[in-house]
């Protein structure tokens, strides 16, 4: 599949690739220098791939109240959250945003590989007085990330970019959103589909350079956002992936509530750590062993060298007991053990 | 793209500069452009023994890890040490303070096997 920005990619220079079933740039300039242009300055991703929902009517507040885990009652009109949807043993189907447009209208953004899923889940389990569209076709969507995004923001819109983060701006027929998956100020801008090349074009002219998913992948990886499907899975918990700050166990009830209130009373059994480099050693990629005292405890659910840190850096999922930062850990690469440690997530901070 | 005449080239986008019976050996700049930002460059140890084809070094960019293989047999005599303290050596100088060993050459007709510079070219359509 190919989002309406295919094009722009090619004419930009960009190295396409395969994404759960998308052709979409993995780089243009190359993934160190685009992953600097946000950490100092700006870049905008095309993340047309991601899922739009439209959820509506009466029914919707509780109805999302009982498939997600954070409070939606609780979000307030013009904000934003991150939640997750789970299945009846507290595994995660997937990450979202969920976007509170007015009263009783919600926009839900999911990840480009879930949709299907994601929307299948979904309306098997519709309540009364609910309305659900996917319009995941019909948009396009860009982030735009960076200490310049304020600048792009006022020059694309005329107006200050809210300084909160989460809030949420109906212009024209798009929606613009406080957020972003890269650990730096920006907006993510979602458009009908038909004006996502003039989108493009202003954001590009007001200053921010192509990013493709490599850079994505290194921002959000050092800021230890997990991405699902290799950080998340239905076979772990939020609490074991450490989101449990996005679920709100006051709610009488949503699925999967039951499993991790259980899992609370049982204690965690591994939790997903931030693990750095201690010595120098080759990039260090999802699906490396990770051993402790000579024994493997788990294995990298993402891997990369992080450009601002200049080292090897990744995430894994170890028994609890040893999820402590400082903890020494050894991680195979090819062959051979190379010494790293847990770290306090984020991996990487502004000021270091 | 450049591929300098005074090379010999294996498909595989190592490039061989022969010195008598010593050959210093890195990969090309079409490879390096390929490969993108390295990040990480083990050139092989010394007194190492290689035929060709064997893989002699890995070089990993950002997004991938990719072996690099001796262009001919014989024993290796340097390595490139600067390449391991600044791997994007390879990226901005591949013909030039990117290289990554030398060896001494055991069977100089192996070139023969080797392109040159246009032959490279024509595969790469440059």
Partial sequence: MKTPLFDAHLAAGGRMVDFSGWQMPVQYSGILDEHMAVRESAGVFDISHMGEFFVGGPGCVAWLDSLLTNNVAALEPGCAHYSLMLNERGGVIDDLIVYRLGPERFLLVVNASMIVEDAGWMKVRLGEGVTFENRSAGYAALAVQGPDSGKIFAEMFGRAMPESRNRVLEIGEGFVVTTGYTGESGFEWIVPAAGAAESWRKVLAAGAKPCGLGARDTLRLEMCYPLNGSDLSPAHTPLEAGLGFFVDFSKPDFVGKAALVAQKASGIPRRLCAIKAAEKSPPIRSHYPVFLAGTQVGETTSGAHSPSLGCGIAMAYLPAEFAKPGQEVAIEIRGKKFCACVHKKPLYQKST | ??????????????????????????????????????????????????????VAAVVESVKAASDIYSPVSGEVIARNEKIEASPALLNTDPFGDGWIFKIRLANPAELEALKDAAAYRAQIGA
Avoid: C
Avoid at chain 2, 16 to 38: M, P, S, W, Y
């Fill in chain 2, 1 to 54: 793209m450049n591929v300098p005449e005074n090379l010999r080239y294996a498909e595989s986008h190592e490039w061989i500069l022969v010195e008598g019976d010593t050959g210093t050996v890195g990969i090309t700049e079409h490879a390096q452009a390929e490969l993108t930002d390295i990040v990480f460059a083990e050139p092989p140890a010394l007194g190492k023994l290689f035929k060709p084809g064997d």
